[in-house]
């Protein structure tokens, strides 16, 4: 099994830069070989994906973040940050940890980024 927990949502002003994280626990060989991703989701949509980072190191971005936020994958494996600029009010979500591994899919408990204009 594994536990993943996030950090860092909070309140910044349009423009500004908020720095999530997310840290992952239990099993190493589960942990090393997953994809590790952010999604985020708004009232009444659909959960979806902002940025993910497979085991070797490669990238994906959604359009819409793409050149202001930065996904980045600790050395130890277990730890995975986004790092957000130039946020925009249409960034305000609740951002979820996810893991994804041999089809199984883990979440943490999520985190509100709200941005004021």
């Known amino acids: 099994q594994v536990r993943l927990v996030e950090s860092g949502g909070g309140l910044v002003q349009a423009g500004g830069s908020l720095r999530l994280s997310c840290t992952a626990s239990?099993?190493?060989?589960?942990?090393?070989?997953?994809?590790l991703g952010w999604y985020r989701q708004t009232p009444g949509k659909q959960r979806e994906l902002v940025a993910s980072?497979?085991?070797?190191?490669?990238?994906n971005y959604a359009d819409s973040v793409k050149g202001r936020f930065t996904i980045s994958r600790g050395n130890a494996r277990n730890t995975m940050a986004l790092q957000m600029n130039s946020l925009r009010p249409e960034d305000t979500a609740v951002y979820y940890c996810?893991?994804?591994?041999?089809?199984?899919?883990?979440w943490g408990q999520g985190t509100q980024v709200t941005v004021s204009s």
């Open positions: 980072i497979t085991s070797g190191g490669q990238t």
């Open positions: 239990g099993s190493t060989s589960l942990i090393n070989a997953m994809a």
């Open positions: 996810n893991g994804n591994v041999a089809k199984l899919d883990y």
